[in-house]
């Protein structure tokens, strides 16, 4: 069998799986997580041996400090990967929801009933966590997976793969489960082509690798896009409140795509304001780009260029502008953010309800940091992805974002007549 037709079989039996998965009972789904989570405790260690090997690897090749960072794995995120799979089994099960009912003149009984997408293929880079965040959620859901991760993070998510189809034997099918292995970009060609069993594909990484997945998909694509989050700090925030947001939004995590990128600053608190953010990030080594007016406030800092404000910064790099008003803010984000996520540090309610009504983002937020936008944090478990298009969903992907409808039509006999 050739490596294409290796791809082909692989869908093939994720689909197959996938007819059976979308009626399996919920107990008997979430016995299946409850195991997979076992597994993967139990052998933590092995796991960490085989991810050991790809960061010894990524070292090896000059991958980046960030890139390092993402394709990590420890016990504190083995742990979180098992406490995801747990919260994910005590979430309700979306299949089978009557959405809405209704009875027409005709005396139909109609339902709105939630179900499985089918078979959902996802393609992403790095972050082996991804590939048991991701399994978890689809099963429970309903739904087959095919995964396509990064050549980088195999051998961690062989290991992941191999434990999580061990757990589901004699309750799944652990066909439902399928890893391409084979590292080549014209593989990834080929997953997309197979629209005849894929119901959809959610690619996950950078915006060149998202866009690759979109001009070559015959499949539905959800997008899950870069992370060029900001924060606008307005004439009247609170000093120490936007400190702690800034702080935790740039350096906690620098390189994932909920951190913030960029700070807006009201130009009437900016010479107040501008010189003290500089001086706390410095303690955390964080290199400041900023605008001309910025640059006239703290002559230190670098010249922000025009392609810095579509910047998605993978590492402690932060660029800064002044702005005269919440609505230019508004205007700056609009026309330079990834429509991810964006807040506000403000204490009065006229500005924070225009920014939110106004700033075409998935997730807006008020006094409060980026890093919030998360499947886990918002109480999902885990996340597929944070979808930044407005169809089939928007934000962090939950169980109910990987499912659809379908209209079930109860009748005693009726023809229609007209």
């Not at 995801?84 to 929801?97: A, T």
């Not at 809405?100 to 997408?117: A, F, S």
């Not at 690759?212 to 499949?219: C, G, P, Q, T």
């Not at 539905?220 to 307005?234: D, K, L, Q, R, S």
Request: aromatic share 6%.
């Amino acid at each position: 069998m050739s490596i294409e037709d290796e791809v082909v079989e692989k869908a093939r039996k994720a689909k197959e799986a996938s007819i059976k998965l979308g009626v399996t009972p919920t107990p008997v789904k979430n016995a299946a997580l409850e195991r997979m989570a076992e597994k993967i405790q139990k052998h933590s260690e092995e796991i960490l041996e085989e991810n050991r090997k790809d960061i010894e690897a990524a070292k090896t090749s000059g991958a980046s400090p960030a890139f390092i960072d993402r394709l990590l794995l420890n016990e504190k995120r083995i742990r979180e990967m098992v406490e995801g799979l747990h919260q994910v089994v005590s979430l309700p099960d979306p299949v089978g929801e009557i959405v809405e009912g209704w009875r027409t003149r005709h005396g139909l009984e109609i339902r709105k009933i939630r179900v499985p997408l089918g078979v959902i293929g996802i393609i992403y880079e790095a972050r082996p966590n991804v590939t048991v965040d991701i399994t978890g959620l689809a099963l429970k859901a309903g739904n087959a997976v095919v995964l396509r991760g990064g050549s980088e993070a195999l051998n961690s998510n062989k290991i992941l793969v191999r434990l999580m189809r061990e757990a589901l034997e004699g309750l799944i099918d652990p066909e439902a489960i399928q890893l391409i292995e084979n590292p080549s970009r014209e593989l990834v060609k080929v997953l997309l082509r197979q629209d005849k069993y894929i119901d959809v594909v959610i690619p996950r990484g950078s915006a060149q690798f998202i866009r690759f997945v979109r001009e070559n998909s015959l499949i539905p694509v959800i997008e899950t896009g870069a992370g060029n989050c900001h924060i606008f700090v307005n004439w009247d925030a609170d000093f120490e409140m936007a400190d702690r947001i800034i702080v935790n939004a740039k350096v906690q995590r620098p390189a994932v795509c909920n951190a913030v990128r960029k700070v807006l600053i009201h130009s009437r608190i900016a010479e107040k304001y501008l010189p003290r953010l500089v001086n706390i990030l410095k303690e955390y080594n964080v290199v400041i780009k900023g605008c001309e007016r910025s640059r006239k406030i703290v002559p230190s800092l670098s010249e922000a260029a025009e392609e810095d404000w579509y910047e998605e910064y993978m590492d402690l790099t932060l660029a800064v502008k002044i702005v005269d008003s919440v609505e230019e803010a508004i205007g700056h984000i609009n026309k330079y953010g990834s429509k991810h996520s964006d807040a506000i540090i403000t204490s009065n309610l006229k500005d924070a309800e225009l920014f939110t009504s106004l700033v075409d983002s998935s997730t807006v937020y008020v006094n409060a940091s980026t890093r919030f936008t998360d499947g886990g944090q918002f109480g999902f478990g885990a996340e597929v992805g944070i979808s930044t298009q407005k169809l089939h969903a928007r934000g962090p992907m939950g169980l109910k974002e990987i499912t659809t409808t379908k209209y079930v039509v109860y009748g005693s006999g009726q023809v229609r007549e007209i």
